[in-house]
């Protein structure tokens, strides 16, 4: 969960959040290879001799820097879209829930069983054991170590259904139903807020999902 300076990823929730933080580890190496070369060129031509002042053309030089900077980013380009793809495989869901977005809440239909339906608005309540902001009154809760697929849509401006610690980010537009899919590998509670600048409530239409094992998921449906 996000708190006050936590300045780098949040844990990952799932295989495919695992996959970016190692992606944004690599590229991140790549980039300090990059700056400390550049940096350390930078140095060197303030100790500039101007040996070669006449000099006008050299293809040697011109043909390595323009293949290196293109072979880097072959080499960023190649895991980036494979793992974009990767993130777009909907892998045969077993349940499939749909997300609408409101000004200013979320609401949630589990139609693959008595078409159970309800509205999750953020907790206004604050004790010392609830997270300000980022709690809800109805948590969406999931079945874990199962492939979700989440519809997503909204009834009236934009929105966008985003939970960082899972790598998922969705706009919700009206008239039209987006789809995205997970699978969440541990139990737990998975914050999340919209980002989409949608109106004065903007900041306070938050995401809270609650992944149970599959026995406590179907005790739940059960006991609408
Ligand atoms: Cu809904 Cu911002």
Redesign the pocket.
Known sequence: MMTWSSMNFQNANSPIMEQLIFFHDYTMIILILITMSILYLMLTLMMNKFTNKNLLNKQNIEIIWTMTPSIMLIFIAMPSIHLLYLTDEINKPLITIKTI?HQ?YWSYEYSDFKNIEFDSYMNKSINKNSFRLLDVDNNTIIPMNTQIRLIVTSNDVI??WTIPSLGKKIDAIPGRLNQISMLIKRPGLMFGQ?S???GAN?SF?PIVMESIPMIYFLKWINSF
């Open positions: 977005g200013w929105h966008s919209c989409e600048i949608c903007h239409m």
